[in-house]
């Protein structure tokens, strides 16, 4: 272990109070979403209509819920369950790739055709492609060793994205096969990783992949969906069930920043209801990349959101390293870092909403 403060927050009360199901699955006390989703039986043939397999899915995510409680609770054991032909785990897959025939994995829904070779907004096709597969030792210290995998391409086009070549598809990326990217999986595990951290650019346009993948993943892992916000109600409620910890950015507290920095219409309204799904199904932490002078339009925006709907245990990390990326010099305020007093004021705003669990 890299850092002494990733040991500290396993005994940190703010810590266990949001993330406590998290620290006891990477410890293998408890089962992964994915490893309960499973065994939780789902009849299917793969003739229905999409409608139906909905239909059928939030039949079968009230079933899961109550297993997982039982699960949790210690009033049944995963081994006891028999394995089932078709899963819910299966169903969210068969759904996935139904999407993927008129997508609209994100809040943009494109509409194409990705299986017969269109492509939307993220000009992302339907092979999985790679970037880089890591312990990653700088993510938040509840994560870390976090087993990392980037993925090229992304849903937004943020004019200072630090991972620009990634996201905006400059990188070809290496294609790798739902077995494969399953390997990488249980590779990270093997090797000390506390979770399986899913980011890009932007997981949503693989969402398809992912799900395919864990299908063949039989090592208990944290899921960890890294995560820009801006994706489709549908999208949310496949990875209900699927995700332990949802690590989401909150980027804008106005429409018209997300617009012009990010392309990003309707994103403020997009990203509240997922970070109130997200809260509902698993776990959350929450990112805000302070930008220079969005203090009144983003950044005290966002945080009285959060006090409002999400309450004042809720992990949030006040992020201080912007620095001006790819085509940052575009905006006249984007185009130096943040000042220490930007980020004192952020700061001292959060802890007087009473935010207590800020990393």
Known sequence: MARPDALRV?????????????????????????????????????????????????????????????????????????????????????????????????????????????????????????????????????????????????????????????????????????????????????????????????????????????????TNVPTVWNSNSYYSPETARILMGFIDVYLLDYKYGSNLCAEAISSAPGYVEACQRNHLLALKSGELIIRILLLPEHQDCCAKPILEWIAKNLGPWVRVNLMDQYRPHWRAFERAELRRPLRAEEYSEALSYARSLGLENLA
Not at 75 to 88: A, G, H, V
Not at 135 to 161: A, K, M, R, W, Y
Request: net charge neutral.
């Open 10 to 218: 396993l005994k940190d009360p703010k810590l266990t109070r949001a993330l406590g199901r998290y620290f006891d699955v990477f410890q293998d006390k408890k089962w992964a979403k994915f490893m309960i989703a499973k065994r939780i039986e789902a009849s299917f043939d793969g003739s229905e209509d999409l409608n139906d397999l909905w239909s059928l899915h939030e039949e079968v995510t009230a079933k899961y819920f109550e297993t997982e409680e039982l699960l949790d609770s210690g009033r049944l054991r995963l081994e006891d369950l028999p394995k089932p032909k078709c899963s819910y785990l299966d169903l969210k897959a068969e759904i996935a790739h139904r999407i993927l025939q008129s997508c609209h994995f994100c809040e943009r829904r494109c509409m194409v055709n990705r299986q017969r070779g269109e492509l939307g907004f993220c000009q992302c096709g339907t092979t999985f492609l790679l970037s880089s597969a890591f312990h990653h030792l700088g993510e938040e210290p509840e994560l870390v060793p976090s087993g990392t995998i980037f993925s090229i391409g992304c849903n937004l086009t943020c004019i200072h994205c630090q991972n620009w070549t990634i996201s905006q598809r400059f990188e070809a990326g290496d294609p790798l096969t739902s077995r494969k990217l399953a390997q990488l999986i249980e590779s990270l595990r093997k090797s000390g990783a506390r979770n399986i951290n899913m980011v890009g650019g932007s997981p949503t346009p693989w969402l398809h992949a992912w799900i395919e993948a864990f299908r063949y993943v039989e």
